[in-house]
């Protein structure tokens, strides 16, 4: 039997038609979406949940970035939700109904790369027939960071190019206005403006660290068909679509520990430099002479280094492989240089 959600108004979970509510939660590189999905996993809402990871990039480090709560996670790594691992999607949607049996999730989660069109995973809900009877898409939640997000709008594409921060905009039916404590109110307002020119309709939650009313958010049957198709009535066929190929990333996987000091430097240096073209950049390291997990997190120019001292991730343990996981998204990035400028860091 599902557990019922103790969250006052959210959720009655799969309760009315029989079918599990998913939420797709998209936003930019860097909005907040891991820092939303944890929220949804710590508080206290009594529902079971199952979160689909999506990450671009090619070392993966969200897995270590998700709080692991009771809920189940999966990860699915090498490859842009929207395109080559949209089969990976059914078949872990799929499997989670086989491997729970009659013990029912209330909710799924799909925190999809920060470089998705939701187009194609909004789809995949509707044209699968198998995937049709058993889920429904409850809303599909945009996380906008409202220090950066009017970069990634003004950006110009070529020809047939879209913008993911647009398209992300545009389907939401619920928009977490972000990082507002890094803005002032004309920004604040000025976003919204940008908004709601994008999507009139979409309600929108200003939020610190995705500080939101989870009873906005989840079990809330935003999602219409019928909307999206007025606006777009060939929506559901398959188009093809293109990414901007100038848009990449370098993984990182070294064993051993840091430097703590010359780390600092080194990301330091190479942010200030490098930070507009650097999109997003993010890491789990080792540091010399400690147990302590040290997490590295970018979004251009600003960047934080935490420790599980923090209590956010856990501390090595003793027989785990300490290996540094970095991974650098963006424009023009010199592979060997970032390569050289870790490996130096090594203690
Ligand atoms: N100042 C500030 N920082 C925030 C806020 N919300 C999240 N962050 C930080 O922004 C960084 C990125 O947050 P994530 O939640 O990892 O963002 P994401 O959208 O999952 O990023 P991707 O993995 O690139 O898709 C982290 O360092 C967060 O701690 C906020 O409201 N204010």
Known sequence: MPSEPTVEGAAPAAAADGRIPVSVITGFLGAGKTTLVNRILTENHGMKIAVVENEF??????????????????????????CTVRGDLIRILNKLLLRRGGNRLD??????????DPAPVIQTFFVDDDLAASYRLDALITVVDAAHVTARLDEERPEGVENEAVEQIAFADRIVLNKLDLVNKEVKDAVKSRIKAINA?????????ADVDLRQLLGIRAFS???????????????????DSTVTSVGIAR?????PSKLNEWLGALLAERGADIFRSKGVLAIKGSDERLVFQGVHML?????????????WRPDEPRTNRLVFIGRNLDRQDLISGFEACLA
């Open 201 to 209: 309709s979409a309600h929108i939650l200003e939020a610190t660290r």
């Open 57 to 82: 990039g090619e070392v993966g480090v969200d897995d270590a970035l998700v709080l692991q709560a009771k809920e189940e996670i999966f990860e699915m790594n090498n490859g842009c939700i929207c």
């Open 255 to 259: 064993d051993g520990a840091c430097d």
């Open 107 to 116: 909710a799924v989660i799909i925190e999809t790369t920060g470089l998705a």
């Open 303 to 315: 960047a934080q280094l935490t420790t599980s001292a923090h209590g956010d991730v856990a501390p």
């Open 225 to 243: 068909l019928d909307r999206v198709l007025e606006n777009e009535p060939d929506f559901l066929e398959d188009k093809e679509h293109q990414h």
